[in-house]
């Protein structure tokens, strides 16, 4: 009889609170402003793209 292997992941709270704050709030302000500039869906997607991950660099 075959054992079952258990594997647990741990991820820390400060993690999950960086990615719901910077993912989610920073791309979607960044989206609903770009969106209030420009109107164009693709620009606004790829605005609010650059300013995250521009951001994400710039805090590490």
Known sequence: MKQ???IIITVQLST???FFIMDMGV???SYYVIKAVTG???IDI?????IT?????VIK
């Open 46 to 50: 790829i605005g609010s793209l650059i």
């Open 4 to 6: 079952k292997e258990i």
């Open 27 to 29: 791309s979607t302000l």
């Open 53 to 57: 991950e521009g951001l994400k660099k």
């Open 40 to 42: 164009n869906v693709i």
């Open 16 to 18: 999950v609170k960086r």
